[in-house]
């Protein structure tokens, strides 16, 4: 479990110190913007939407370690895929954070599994829910992306 950690804390990291689709994208790409006021994260998602495929996206914007290595990381997993696929994706990863809050409601009620493998590198957030006041750094960048397909219609 101990060499788990480290390498999920190794993908975090390295996609805060060389995160993936950086920059902004010219119209007609959709420009959203999504802040977490507990700490300080701006989250700045340019959104290309083409026959209904994530054809393009880019992160900009600062804030935590834990923001925007979840941005990239979700920019790195949506890229391609259709809108269906990554909405079932943000269902998953919103899942796997909020796990521990659900556990915690109701310690009798047995949690949902969740596919860790269909997340891939997006597990290695996973660690994120030990910490509740971090999670709102995590799915930031996720709700950003939701409230950017509502926005398009998607
Ligand atoms: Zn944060």
Redesign the pocket.
Known sequence: MADLEELYREIILDHYRSPRNRGELPPPAHRVEGF?P????EIVLSLLVEDDVVADVKIAGS?????QSSASLMSAAVKGKSVAEARKLVATFKQMMSIHEATLDDATEEPEPINLRALGELAALQGVVKFPV?I???T?SWNTLTQGLDELGA
């Open positions: 977490n507990l700490c300080g994260d804030g935590c370690s834990i923001s971090r709102k750094c995590a930031l």
